[in-house]
């Protein structure tokens, strides 16, 4: 059975700095592609950040490209997150996702992605 296990988010202050792991219980990690998604209470799952499973080519929304850096090291069946110059509104549930190589549609949509961890909390404070 499939299982992302997120880890590294806390309390942190604006202009900070957090690094968030993904470690996933996948045999063939290396074949699939990894996302990022984050939810605050009362909105949908929004796309953060993913990398694919071939060239690990990455691809960020808006809201946090040049701040933030998602990698993944296949050694180790993980992926990263690294939040520099962290805002208030980057406040929310960050949320691991996976999706099989050959899934065709955008890595911004959730319906395209096959496993998803349970989240974990990144606050930042003002």
């Known amino acids: 059975q499939v299982q992302l296990v997120e880890s590294g988010g806390g309390l942190v202050q604006a202009g900070g700095s957090l690094r968030l792991s993904c470690a996933a219980s996948?045999?063939?990690?290396?074949?699939?592609?990894m996302g990022w998604f984050r939810q605050i209470p009362g909105k949908e799952r929004e796309f953060v950040a993913a990398?694919?499973?071939?060239?690990?080519?990455?691809y960020y929304a808006a809201s946090v490209k040049g701040r933030f850096t998602i990698s993944r090291d296949n050694a180790k069946n993980t992926v990263y997150l690294q939040m520099n110059s962290l805002k208030p509104e980057d406040t929310a549930v960050y949320y691991c996702?996976?999706?099989?190589?050959?899934?065709?549609?955008?890595?911004?949509?959730?319906?395209?992605?096959?496993?998803w961890g349970q989240g974990t909390q990144v606050t930042v404070s003002s």
């Open positions: 996702a996976a999706r099989q190589a050959g899934r065709r549609g955008t890595f911004v949509r959730e319906s395209t992605y096959d496993y």
């Open positions: 996948i045999r063939t990690f290396s074949s699939y592609s």
């Open positions: 990398i694919n499973w071939s060239v690990g080519k990455p």
